[in-house]
C-alpha cells in the first residue's frame, strides 16, 4: 500500500512547485521586480495584446488596473514567482539570486516589503527546519522525526502524556506544549499519539479561530499555511470545510486583504 501512502500524502500538498524549473529566471524576475523594472503577470499577461493597440486608450486599460508594474517594488511579481515554488526551488531560487545580483535575497526582500505581507514572504524563504525554529524559539530542542519512517513508541507515550498534561488535565492549555510536539514530529508519529488521531481537524481548528471574531491571529494564520503547504493543507482545507460549513479561502477573503491575502490564496490553492 506504500502507492496509496504517497498517494494520499501528494494530495494533501497544495504547493506543488514548479515541474520546469529554472532558478535563474526565477531569480532574475524578482531581482527586477524590486527594481522597478517592468514585469507583466502570468495573470495578466493574455490583455498584452490589447494594450499593445496603436489607437489611443486609457494608460489603466479596459479591465481598470494597469498590467505593468509601476516604479517600485512589483509585489505582484514576488507572489507569482514564491507562492508557486516548493521551498527546495525556493533555496535553489535564493542562490541563484546571490550568485547572479550579489545580493541576500532574503534581505533584499526585507527591505523592499513591509508589515504582514513581508511577514509572510519570509516565512516562504526560511528551510523548513529553520522556520520551525524560529517560531518555536527555545522549545524546540531537536530535529523533526520524519527524517525516516521510524517511529519511537516510547516517545510517542511521552507525547501522549504532554498533551495530556498540557490539555486536558489541567485548567486551560499549555499552547507551546502543543506547538511543539504537532510542529516536530512526523505525521506517522503524530497518528501515534491518541490525542491528535484528527490531526487536520486540529489545523482547520487553528486556522479557523485564528480569522474568527475581532482581528486576525496573523502569526497562527501564516504558521500553519506555510508549515502545513507542502505537506497536508489540502486534507486541512477538506476538513476545515466539514467542520465550519465554508471554505478556507472564502474566510482568507474576507478576513485579509491586499498582497498578503492574495499570496495567502496562492498557497492554499483552489478550495471548491
Not at 531569480?27 to 502570468?42: D, F, H, N, Q
Not at 535553489?92 to 550579489?102: C, D, L, R
Request: glycine share 8%; aromatic share 10%.
Amino acid at each position: 500500500m506504500a502507492w496509496w501512502k504517497a498517494w494520499v500524502e501528494q494530495e494533501g500538498v497544495s504547493v506543488k512547485g514548479s515541474p520546469h524549473f529554472n532558478p535563474d529566471p526565477d531569480a532574475e524576475t524578482l531581482y527586477k521586480a524590486m527594481k522597478g523594472i517592468g514585469y507583466v503577470s502570468p495573470l495578466l499577461g493574455h490583455h498584452a495584446a490589447a494594450l499593445s493597440s496603436p489607437a489611443p486608450i486609457s494608460p489603466w486599460g479596459k479591465w481598470g488596473c494597469s498590467c505593468h508594474a509601476p516604479a517600485g517594488t512589483n509585489e505582484q511579481a514576488i507572489i507569482d514567482v514564491l507562492t508557486k515554488r516548493s521551498n527546495a526551488q525556493r533555496q535553489q531560487i535564493a542562490k541563484s539570486f546571490k550568485a547572479q545580483f550579489g545580493k541576500d535575497l532574503i534581505e533584499t526582500l526585507k527591505s523592499e516589503l513591509s508589515g504582514k505581507f513581508e511577514r509572510l514572504i519570509i516565512a516562504l524563504m526560511y528551510p523548513p527546519y529553520r522556520y520551525e525554529a524560529k517560531e518555536l524559539y527555545d522549545a524546540m530542542k531537536g530535529s523533526r522525526d520524519d527524517l525516516s519512517g521510524y517511529v519511537d513508541p516510547g516517545l510517542a507515550l511521552q507525547d501522549a502524556q504532554d498533551l495530556y498534561a498540557a490539555g486536558e488535565k489541567i485548567c486551560g492549555t499549555d499552547e507551546m506544549k502543543f506547538i511543539t510536539i504537532l510542529c516536530t514530529r512526523s505525521a506517522t508519529h503524530l497518528m501515534r499519539v491518541k490525542c491528535t488521531r484528527n490531526l487536520h481537524g486540529y489545523f482547520a481548528e487553528r486556522l479557523y479561530f485564528a480569522m474568527k471574531g475581532a482581528g486576525t491571529l496573523d502569526g497562527t494564520l501564516i504558521r500553519n499555511i506555510v508549515s502545513r503547504s507542502e505537506i497536508d493543507l489540502n486534507l486541512i482545507k477538506n476538513q476545515f470545510k466539514k467542520m465550519y460549513g465554508k471554505t478556507l479561502s472564502s474566510m482568507i477573503m474576507e478576513d485579509t486583504s491586499g498582497d498578503y491575502k492574495n499570496a495567502l490564496l496562492n498557497l492554499v490553492g483552489s478550495d471548491l
